[in-house]
């Protein structure tokens, strides 16, 4: 059988009990290391399971999804992925394959992103869909993303952005001279975000969100000194949150007067916050 499982975001602890009795009976563990990273090693991970686990990255599950399924019909291949073993489409396709495989699948949750932003206060049912932000380059700079928010903002829900990250990723001199030699790990920080999301809103000029629209930006969460700050577009292109992961969110017209009060506990600076809610959302503190 093939599990799927689900480890959380921070540390090797966060993987759930069911989860852990997977792993240990496994005889393949593989870890997805590219649509996102735990805040620790593989190497911690190892010492905690008890046992051996092999990275996967982009090319293997991609296009080696055989050889992480090989066998799996007579015994059991433990996937892991960061966060909930459904949060990126490669992994729908892997079970696709294994279902043509006659594989069987199991998996088992966990939370990610989508939820675990609810520890900033913004209540989850006011968010609409969930958008990447990629790194911009001086060639390519695409504003899909803008399209999604911008739908968003028309009915008044929050936009929570996931940052790009870039692992074992290749220049484009490397690739086209076929050299397997991989560019250093980059990963976006929410300053990143911000200041790409006030460049398109500038490109675009369709007033969806400007330099004080407020917005909170996230690191870490659900480790110990995981960072929360709010403040207002412009505020946090200068906002160091340190290490990733990072995400960002747009707040929408529905705010409500409690997600106020909670968010503004993390405000850069309150006065300007409440300058800003006020102008937004017609309601002071």
Known sequence: MLYLIGLGLADETDITVKGLEVVKKATRVYLEA??????VDKTKLEAYYGCPVEVADREMVESSSDEILAGSQTSDVAFLVVGDPFGATTHTDLVLRARELKVPVRSIPNASIMSAVGVTGL?????GQTVSM???TDTWK?????DRIKENRGI??????LLDIKVKEQSIENLARGRRIFEPPRYMTAAQCAEQMLETEEDRSEAV????SLAVAVAQVGAVDQRI???TLRQLTSADLGPPLHSLILLGKRAHDLE???IRDFAVDPVIFDEAWKKEFGVGT
């Open 123 to 127: 209540q989850l049912y006011n968010f």
């Open 209 to 212: 969100y400007g330099p004080e």
């Open 260 to 262: 106020r009060d909670y």
């Open 142 to 146: 695409p504003s899909s993303f803008y």
């Open 134 to 136: 990629v790194f911009f």
């Open 156 to 161: 008044g829900l929050h936009t929570l952005l």
């Open 34 to 39: 590219y649509t996102s990273i735990l805040l």
């Open 229 to 231: 700050v709010a403040g």
